[in-house]
């Protein structure tokens, strides 16, 4: 800890940061534009100035930027100093020379850092009365919306996209006093990471053209914090509505898991919950709409009392409404709504995190990880932030040699001056190429079971009480010994890996380097990947798999079934869910889109998606988390949970009426299942207030509530009541910060923009006060006996006539949700299979041409891809895509002439 005196008051503050982020985590307003927390110092824009002295009889000081000076102890400084004062404002006045005076019309206007940063230093009126410069803008894609001429050469836009994520495709163009930021040509932003410059950019050059298309100011949005939904990392996000549609999404800070970023997956997928494929309305097996009215539908569906009914649960539903649905039908007439292989693959990995000796990682922890195994994932496809991570994880050696030269690691500019391209271990073994792969080490290509015969012989060469693996060659051999020797080197080693190759033994040989890791080196730890938002969750609930379920219908022992926010064609093939449903005399479906089972439902009931619902998802790593209802739906529409209650009364005599609201159900699961307890206190309960108010979910500067359905009633109508949480849907409430799990917006006096977060942390860059959201349930370390998985698969061969089909993942096109949403599916590529030279040789197939095959008895007709990265006698297939038939991969396709 240091001393530091600000205008003569002193302050304890911790060591090792600059002066910038120690004032900003001590409350003081200091502007600044090209130093973000997540990104460093680099000194490009000059507002950051204050007053530093020598001692205290310097009484004249001298200028630095805050951003690049280091905290020493003692130390003098001034904020308010006069000349720092007019320093800091003719910089602003500098940057206003050609900026646009278009707030009025700009998408970030009243929510802008450029506004805010004006503000704070006082500049009001600008003197410059010539030309100002303009630029062309560039069309970049469904996601991003450019206009150039609001740029101030901050840098932040170009240091995020190459230099933190790794794009290559937009960059700074300079010619004597302009400077350009775009690509060197219109064309879509290639990087998944590109919505992120909607909230890096402190003006409004890159914003979100997805809002644009239903535009809403910021401060005019019911707001509410909320759980990405797009795949198992639990990103935490903020979801805004206005007039009943869900207008955008933002990223909640969370220390833990996502920090400052987003996926654009996760941003951008939001729209299915406003598109036409929604449902709002009851059906009927004939798809009459007509006369259906709840009374009617929970008559039709009483009727079915004492029959035999079976519930589906689903990996995309929330803890409450599986849980609800099980306790419905009974614990021996739930099923898991997913496929054998998915079924198997997360016991496995539920296993693993619960018993095994390894930590599970948070993205936090991946980031700060000094050697990485990446072993049978794609990352960049199946779990896009935890590849952001990684890319952050490559850096972490080499700053070693940043300290070593006395440099301070938030001095970014100096930093990768030192380092230039060096890069700390990261080896990938996967299917098929991955992004990931510029800043690798070492990469290995395979088939699933080459890839875990290697992984199983890092954890012999780790721990030789592992078992071996015979018959490598010489080039795995010391792939694998370079491997286990810089996993043994480093001082903080992670595994990563999940089911998205389907193989058990690909996770199972991670399982085993990471326990054989944990022998030696603590802090080592594993990170496994699953297949959907709340996989885990359902694993926790439990239930039998879905080929049961489909066994038992077979054989006439299942008059009915409840389907609850699941597309069963997703999960099994074609024929099996055509016959399952054909011989269920009753489906009825819970579901919020309309997709191929809704089409088969014999009674379909409406559902609120997650904006329009309350409830708790378990992450990949274990965490559970809350997310809260946005808004209140149109039509009658319930959560799953609040449905499947009321089904209750027809459907048993002891119904569960005694459950009012969501803290009833999740106290109830929490006292039922023990490896989820303390689930029920990740939030405060419902009847909680602070200073006796509700935390509102709208600002404070919400405007037109008094005219918003004047169409309808000029007498504004009383706003709904949330029984399940502490928010209100109203701009009246609790004016502080509410408790970090419940935070609807970042907002501060003066800070209009997102970088008020900093406002919520208790120091800049670290957890938000009084801790990050969610609840871990698989407590590291908690077995410290090694047992290793011993079976090891053979080693592959091609076989004539056939190839092994395994699974290929995309990140727009493969998630089920998120390829509803208009901008994601503009993104979603054509179908395809992708295969190596040789076998593209023997097919006499071209690039482009379609080959046929079969899978299961399915058949397939796609167009060739031919790629050296795959291995002979493999064909990878994208999983998801609408118009390729599931398949339960890996699984041997038949070649067809």
Known sequence: MSTLYIDGKPFEVSSGKNLLETCLSLGFDLPYFCWHPALGSVGACRQCAVKVYKDENDKRGRLIMSCMEPVTNNQLISIDDVE???????????????????CAVCDEGGSCHLQDMTVMTGHSYRKFTYKKRTYKNQQLGPFINHEMNRCIQCYRCVRFYKDYAGGKDLDAFASRNKVYFGRHEDGVLESEFSGNLAEVCPTGVFTDKTLKQHYTRKWDLTMAPSICQHCSLGCNIIAGERYGSLRMIANRYHGEVNGYFLCDRGRFGYEY???????????????????????????????????????????????????????????????????????????????????????????KDVEESDAVFVLGEDLTNTAPMLALAVRQSVRQQPLKKVESAKISLWNDAAARELIQNEKGPLFLGTIAFTKLEDVA???????????????FAVAHLIDPGSSPVNELTELEKSLAQNIANTLLKAERPVVISGSSSGSDAVIKAAANISAALQKKKSNSGIVLVVPECNSLGLGLIGGQSLAKAFDESAKGKVEAAIILENDLYRHATLPAVDKFISSTKNIVVLDHTINATTRKATIL????????????????????????????????????????????EGLLEKNFNHWKNQADVIQSLAKEIEIVKGVDTIVPPPHVRINGQRVPRQSHRYSGRTSM?????????KP??????????????????PPSSMIPFFWSPGWNSVQSVNKYQEEVGASLRGGDPGLR????????????????????????????????????????????????SKRIPQAYVIINGEDASSLQASEGEEIKFEIDGQSYQLPVKISKEIQKGVVGIPIGFADVPYADLPAWAILKT
């Open 84 to 102: 720092a004062k007019e320093f800091r404002d003719h910089v602003i006045e500098w940057l206003m020379t050609n900026h646009p005076h278009d």
């Open 605 to 648: 009931i409406p559902t609120g998606t997650f904006a329009e619902a309350d409830g708790t998802l378990v992450n990949n790593e274990g965490r559970a988390q809350r997310f809260f209802q946005v808004y209140e739906p149109a039509n009658g529409i319930k959560e799953s949970w609040r449905w499947l209650i009321q089904l209750s």
């Open 441 to 455: 080490t070492s990469t290995c290509h395979a088939s699933p079971d080459d890839l875990a015969r290697i992984g």
């Open 720 to 737: 709904p009541e949330d029984s399940d949480s502490s928010m209100s849907y109203t701009m009246e409430g609790f004016r502080g910060q």
């Open 777 to 824: 349930l698989f407590n590291p370390g908690q077995n410290n006996s090694v047992k290793y998985f011993e079976t090891i698969p053979e080693k592959f061969e091609a076989v004539k006539g056939k190839l092994l089909a395994v699974p290929l993942h995309h990140i727009f096109g493969s998630e089920e949700l998120s390829s509803k949403s208009d901008a994601v």
């Open 273 to 363: 919950v406003n598109a036409p494929t929604r449902l709002k309305i009851p059906v009927f097996q004939n798809g009459s709409t007509e006369d259906v009215n709840i009374t009617r539908l929970l008559k039709q569906i009483s009727s079915l009392k004492g029959s035999t009914i079976i519930g589906i649960g689903s990996p995309r539903a929330s803890l409450e409404s599986n849980y609800v649905l099980k306790k419905l039908v009974g614990e021996s007439n739930f099923y898991l709504g997913v496929s054998e292989t998915d079924y198997r693959l997360t016991n496995l990995i539920l296993e693993i995190l619960s018993k095994g000796p390894a930590r599970p990682y948070s993205m």
């Open 709 to 717: 359905l004047a169409n309808i009633n000029v007498s504004e109508s």
